[in-house]
């Protein structure tokens, strides 16, 4: 069990109206679709871990600028506690594939408002900040 909160990061990839997700394989949240990403580093910078992981996970090669949101993922029965900025990305370089297929079984873009029934908390957090953002 943890007793203290770890820093992970995200990003939310658009295109076409579309975000990119991809399918856990490991917990948490273990088979639902979320955003990729991962953790951060001692003494990394979010952005940098961000684009570092984005490039390890799914290959793409990323600018991140804009933060979308902040998530705390907190799961008291397993006692943990992940705290993690996503960054909004709109332009990226690559093709996304699975590059851990030990970690994720799946990646597809997804509709927002057509999401895959499971999806992770840190994917509902930036999904609605993505929708109130239309919405303004």
Do not use: N, Y
């Not at 069990?1 to 990003?11: I, L, N, S, T």
């Not at 990646?107 to 927002?112: K, S």
Request: hydrophobic content about 45%.
């Amino acid at each position: 069990m943890q007793f203290e909160p770890r820093v992970g990061c995200g990003a939310a990839i658009i295109r076409d109206g579309r975000i990119l997700l991809i399918q856990r394989l490991t917990p948490p949240e273990a088979g639902a679709w979320g955003l990729p990403g991962g953790k951060i580093d001692l003494f990394e910078e979010a952005a940098t871990a961000t684009q570092r992981e984005i490039e390890e996970e799914i290959g793409l090669a990323i600018e991140p600028r804009e933060l979308l949101c902040c998530v705390d993922q907190i799961d008291r029965g397993a006692g943990t506690h992940w705290v993690a900025p996503v960054f909004l990305i709109e332009g990226f370089s690559g093709t996304p594939t699975i590059r851990e297929p030990a970690k994720h079984g799946g990646l597809g873009w997804f509709v927002l408002e057509e999401l895959a029934s499971e999806i992770t908390t840190p994917t509902r957090v930036a999904v609605a900040a993505l929708l109130r953002r239309a919405a303004e």
